[in-house]
């Protein structure tokens, strides 16, 4: 299967994760505030590109940082709104984004893979069909998250080993970048 076969068109929806899919992940830490903030290559361009796709993009991150008390609610908004606004300025369009603050071992409904924030996002925007939606990240939980939605999943790593024969189950595509996907889906 190809992205080209799902026939992708404004009634689709996209979701993706934030820390190492759209910005870099910064090992061990979390990014609290702007300046920590940097868009990895071709990010403004890929959501640019799937800003006029896909219906509705949507950005779906854990942000534990918060519940470990790294950083505040609005310490995290002010980095949300800078990247929204540097998304909007290269033509992109962020419909919203939803995190959750809670820790790990909290096991919050909103905290991927679970999906609370999926299902936020549908209370917000009812028109969603997840069985028309992607979710697109750097991480198994994400993968999960999206399969647990019902969603099409795509994987973006550079290291193929983290493709086995059980993480495949969960993953539909994989790719090396988020560029790489929005060249596909043209």
Known sequence: MTLKDLKIDKSWS???DR?????RRIPGDYVKK???FEFLPGVLEAIANFTGIFGHLFIVTNQQGIGKGLMTESELQIVHDKMIEEIRYEGGHIDKVYHSPYREEERS???KPNIGMARKAKIDFPEIDFKKSIMIGDSISDMEFGKNAGM???FVTVNQELITEETEEIIDLHFP???SV????K
Do not use: K, M
């Open 182 to 185: 929005s060249q596909a889906i």
């Open 177 to 179: 970048d988020l560029i």
């Open 14 to 16: 996209l979701f993706l």
């Open 19 to 23: 820390d190492g899919v759209i910005n």
């Open 34 to 36: 702007w300046g920590e």
């Open 109 to 111: 409904v909103f905290r």
């Open 152 to 154: 099409f999943t795509i």
